[in-house]
């Protein structure tokens, strides 16, 4: 799988450094490792969702116990979630890490994923959701640590982008 094994990890270990230690996630592509890795550490619970909206629930109930968490989601997902991003995190002011694999940009093989691709970033912003894009890896542990930052700071949801650059390795 020409998923990058080593930038999922500085994924990983970046959020943990964060103290992110409660992970909500569907099966998806890009986030295999991902999701591998928050299963497999001792330190860190993975909810495995039926539909992405019940991570919004899951991450507002860690914040209200003291726990960090992040959902690993993708773009479509993302979609599929915002009820619960507005009616929920929103609404009470919850900070929200998500972590959504970008999928549709330039470079995307399958022809299912580009709609969501357009409409992701225009729908981040028509929702006043702050968002950054992961694509070099140098510089992966900064902004991950600034968008927790942000999302603790402001009570409020906010978006990585993860690019076909930073995930896909060819």
């Known amino acids: 799988m020409p998923v990058s094994v080593?930038?999922?990890?500085l994924i990983f270990d970046a959020l943990k450094a964060c103290d992110v230690r409660l992970f909500s996630a569907l099966p998806e592509t890009w986030l295999v490792h991902l999701v591998r890795m928050a299963e497999d550490d001792p330190e860190t619970i993975l909810v495995r969702l039926a539909k992405e909206e019940e991570g919004v629930g899951i991450s507002m109930g860690a914040y209200f116990a003291g726990v960090k968490s992040a959902m690993l989601?993708?773009?479509?997902?993302f979609f599929a979630a915002i009820n619960g991003i507005i009616s929920g995190a929103q609404l009470y002011r919850v900070p929200l890490l998500m972590i959504i694999s970008h999928r549709g940009e330039f470079?995307?093989?399958d022809p299912w994923q580009t709609e969501g691709g357009i409409s992701t970033i225009r729908v981040l912003e028509a929702m006043g959701i702050p968002y950054d894009r992961l694509d070099d890896p140098a510089s992966v542990p900064h902004r991950?640590?600034?968008?927790?930052?942000?999302?603790?700071s402001a009570l409020r949801p906010v978006a990585l982008l993860l690019t076909r650059d930073l995930m896909w390795e060819e």
């Open 6 to 9: 080593a930038n999922s990890q």
């Open 144 to 152: 991950i640590a600034k968008a927790q930052t942000l999302a603790e």
């Open 107 to 109: 470079g995307e093989r």
């Open 73 to 77: 989601m993708q773009n479509h997902g």
